[in-house]
């Protein structure tokens, strides 16, 4: 991951069996695949829960949305068929995203912050 990729995914600190990130900036659909490729790499065997912050980051195009969001489902549920993704603080666009892809039945959405 470029420098500029490092910069827009924040890592925060969560419980066992939980990865907790945000994303800041502009995504395009390249730095969706190394955002997803990343925090796919923080997913392990013990992984219940996947939350991604996406309140800082800009509304996401349907191909970043569904680079970034298929990625990370299916890095949590191949370790875990029954995890869970929550994408949280996402915009209109980006839900609408979401429910275009049917990603809105498999990708829980939250108002709150992480």
Request: aromatic share 2%.
């Given at each position: 991951?470029?420098?500029?990729?490092?910069?827009?995914?924040?890592?925060?600190?969560?419980?066992?069996?939980?990865?907790?990130?945000?994303?800041?900036?502009?995504?395009?659909?390249?730095?969706?695949q190394?955002?997803?490729?990343?925090?796919?790499?923080?997913?392990?065997?013990?992984?219940?829960?996947?939350?991604?912050?996406?309140?800082?980051?800009?509304?996401?195009?349907?191909?970043?949305?569904?680079?970034?969001?298929?990625?990370?489902?299916?890095?949590?549920?191949?370790?875990?068929?029954a995890?869970?993704?929550?994408?949280?603080?996402?915009?209109?666009?980006?839900?609408?995203?979401?429910?275009?892809?049917?990603?809105?039945?498999?990708?829980?959405?939250?108002?709150?912050?992480?």
């Amino acid at each position: 991951m470029t420098y500029q990729g490092r910069r827009m995914l924040h890592l925060h600190p969560a419980d066992p069996g939980q990865v907790r990130a945000s994303i800041h900036g502009v995504v395009d659909a390249d730095a969706a695949q190394n955002i997803a490729d990343t925090v796919a790499g923080l997913v392990a065997a013990d992984t219940r829960e996947v939350h991604l912050d996406v309140d800082q980051a800009n509304a996401l195009s349907a191909a970043a949305a569904a680079i970034l969001l298929f990625a990370l489902l299916r890095a949590a549920r191949t370790r875990d068929p029954a995890a869970a993704v929550t994408v949280h603080r996402a915009d209109s666009r980006t839900r609408a995203h979401m429910r275009e892809l049917g990603l809105d039945r498999l990708i829980a959405h939250s108002d709150h912050p992480l």
